[in-house]
């Protein structure tokens, strides 16, 4: 069972670039998430998709754009790459399940983005 | 503004001593706390969590320990192991799963 794939695992960008990073997840759950991690502040939400064909905005959504294609992919798009995007972006999916109920979130191994 | 702290960048324990790890958060609508581990390179894997109407869950060498009054949880490792040595974040979510996760909490044990 691969759980949550993410694609590519490491990406050097120009300022101004555009770039999507690819996440799929075989685990056939609702609920999707892309988080940043950078040192110090932790692992910050960007979008979070609660099923297929919603899409909600995080904490640090500015600069980025997703897609939820179908139940399994979501995928998160930098239309102009600047240099504070640099950092490491995860992936996770979860269960959705009604509020009072808990499922955890399972992660992707991360995207090491640069952007010079 | 974070919504889940911690304060402590990192600790150090030896061996088979207790680790303490300490998470503090605002928004009392959170209705469960989870603790993720983290190695490098890796995405994070979740550990234990705990429900907010709870105040304590074990799970082997791990127990998690929640004061809402506080607004306030932490882990305790018992016996700590070397390799325990990780990041280690804590994480709190409500309404439709959305976590919120701290700024982590790098565990060193030594041999």
């Known amino acids: 069972n691969a759980g949550v794939t993410q694609t590519p695992k490491f990406q050097v960008l120009k300022t101004g670039q555009s770039m999507t990073l690819q996440c799929a997840q075989d685990m056939n759950h609702n609920s999707m998430y892309w988080y940043r991690q950078d040192p110090g502040m932790g692992l910050r939400l960007i979008y979070y998709s609660a099923s297929e064909g919603t899409t909600d905005k995080g904490e640090v959504p500015n600069g980025y754009n997703v897609s939820r294609l179908n139940k399994r992919e979501f995928s998160l798009r930098l239309e102009s790459a600047a240099p504070s995007q640099t950092s490491v972006y995860f992936c996770a999916s979860s269960e959705r399940v009604e509020t009072g109920n808990f499922a955890e979130a399972f992660f992707g191994q991360g995207t090491r983005l640069t952007v010079v | 503004d974070q919504q889940v702290k911690q304060n402590s960048p990192s600790l150090s324990v030896q061996e088979g001593r207790i680790s303490i790890l300490n998470c503090d958060y605002t928004?009392?609508?959170?209705?469960?706390f989870l603790w993720y581990k983290k190695y490098p390179a890796e995405g994070p894997t979740f550990l234990i969590s705990?429900?907010?109407?709870?105040d304590k869950n074990e799970d082997g060498r791990f127990t998690v320990f929640l004061n809402k009054s506080a607004k306030h949880l932490s882990l305790h490792i018992v016996p700590s192991q070397p390799g325990d040595s990780a990041v280690y974040f804590c994480?709190?979510?409500?309404?439709?799963?959305?976590?919120?996760f701290g700024s982590g909490t790098k565990l060193n044990v030594k041999p």
């Open positions: 994480a709190a979510s409500y309404g439709f799963n959305k976590f919120y």
């Open positions: 705990i429900s907010s109407i709870k």
């Open positions: 928004n009392s609508m959170f209705d469960y």
